[in-house]
Each structure stands twice: as structure tokens, then as C-alpha cells.
Antibody, heavy 116, light 108 residues
Framework: QVQLVQSGAEVKEPGASVRVSCKASGYTFTPYYMHWVRQAPGQGLEWMGYVYPKNGGTNYAQKFQGRVTLTRDTSSSTTYMELSRLRSDDTAVYYC?????????WGQGTLVTVSS | EIVLTQSPGTLSLSPGERATLSCRASQSVSSSQLAWYQQTPGQAPRLLVYGASTRATGIPDRFSGSGSGTDFTLTISRLEPEDFAVYYCQQYANLPRSFGQGTRLEIK
């Protein structure tokens, strides 16, 4: 069965960077775009961008341009989301999501807390 | 960028009642590339409907989606206790992908 398993919760200080991983299993990794979506506490869903595992191509939301980097490792079927220059308003749950036109499988989410 | 506006923000109903949730797009969503998701507290969203009207695998038939162009609706025909949650619409026709702000369905 398809599974997306994300790395554990992180606590970071303002200005630091965080990297969250998402390991895929149960399907062929490369043909499906992997998107990242975040959700601040009590708020809605916000699209961050995607990586295409087949060739590593990316597209980022304008809001995160220059701060977010999405990468993949095809040997381990894992995608990574790195967010730099963290601020307190980056505190959120970060999800990786497989796109099959729509979002058919979601990771369990990773809570990133930014606090001094 | 396609902006999705959901209404109402909160809907208070009783089990057994019918729920109608709306999602309006700022421009036409081509090929009805609109999906609905359900989110319960502490959980990741779950796909309910895609292509505006196709139920995802395992979704009960009390959930139905309709609409095209700029106006879309999710209907829950008879509310069950587990249906009280937050619902989001999302368009996957254009980049950037976008979500509505959500409708909270609460028990009256």
C-alpha cells in the first residue's frame, strides 16, 4: 500500500534552517510529483511547491522563493523539504503529498516549531 | 493565481441533516480540476472528491460533489457523527495550487 512517512518533529530557533524528509513506499516513486503543503496552528492549508522525482524539477510558491528547497533521492524514494531563515510564523505542520492530478496520499505531517 | 472562497465559514447542523458546502473560484477551473478534502483534528486531510464530482475510493455515497467553471458544491446527504470536520476545496488546474480557507462543520 502507498505510504508517505515523514521525519519527526523539530524545534528550531529563528534564523535557522530545517530539513524534513518524506519516504515513499508502495508505488513507483519517479513518475509522481511530490508536493509540500503546510498548515499553521488553527489555520488552513498552504501550498509550498513541488519536486518531480523523475528529473528533480521544482516549482515553488512565490511566497517561499529563495527560502525553500525541495530535493529528492531516487535511490531511497525520499523527498526533502528545506526551509531556511526560519521565523516564528513558520511554525506549522508540514505535509508531503503525492499528486496524481489531485492529492491522493498524504504524509502524516511534521510539526516544525520556531521559537527562541 | 486562482483564489478559492468557501462558504459558509462554519456550518452548524445535526446528525441526519443535509450539508451543503460551497467553493467559488476567482476564475474558471478548467476541466473541473477541483477536489474536496476532509480533515479531522490531528489528522492529515483525506481526499473525498476529485474532478469536481468523482468520489475517491472508499468514500461513502452520502458525499457528492457537483459544479463546474467557478462554482462548486460538496453535499453530504445525511450527516453521520464522523462527518463533523473541516472541509477544504482545492484546484489542481493551475499553478500555484490553491486551497479554499475551509468550512468547519460542527454539531448543532
Amino acid at each position: 500500500q502507498v505510504q508517505l512517512v515523514q521525519s519527526g518533529a523539530e524545534v528550531k530557533e529563528p534564523g535557522a534552517s530545517v530539513r524534513v524528509s518524506c519516504k515513499a513506499s508502495g508505488y513507483t516513486f519517479t513518475p509522481y510529483y511530490m508536493h509540500w503543503v503546510r498548515q499553521a496552528p488553527g489555520q488552513g492549508l498552504e501550498w509550498m511547491g513541488y519536486v518531480y522525482p523523475k528529473n528533480g524539477g521544482t516549482n515553488y510558491a512565490q511566497k517561499f522563493q529563495g527560502r525553500v528547497t525541495l530535493t529528492r533521492d531516487t535511490s531511497s524514494s525520499t523527498t526533502y523539504m528545506e526551509l531556511s531563515r526560519l521565523r516564528s510564523d513558520d511554525t506549522a505542520v508540514y505535509y508531503c503529498v503525492r499528486e496524481n492530478y489531485y492529492y491522493d496520499y498524504w504524509g502524516q505531517g511534521t510539526l516544525v516549531t520556531v521559537s527562541s | 493565481e486562482i483564489v478559492l472562497t468557501q462558504s459558509p465559514g462554519t456550518l452548524s447542523l445535526s446528525p441526519g441533516e443535509r450539508a451543503t458546502l460551497s467553493c467559488r473560484a476567482s476564475q474558471s477551473v478548467s476541466s473541473s480540476q477541483l477536489a474536496w478534502y476532509q480533515q479531522t483534528p490531528g489528522q492529515a486531510p483525506r481526499l473525498l472528491v476529485y474532478g469536481a464530482s468523482t468520489r475517491a475510493t472508499g468514500i461513502p455515497d452520502r458525499f457528492s460533489g457537483s459544479g463546474s467553471g467557478t462554482d462548486f458544491t460538496l453535499t453530504i446527504s445525511r450527516l453521520e457523527p464522523e462527518d463533523f470536520a473541516v472541509y477544504y476545496c482545492q484546484q489542481y488546474a493551475n499553478l500555484p495550487r490553491s486551497f479554499g480557507q475551509g468550512t468547519r462543520l460542527e454539531i448543532k
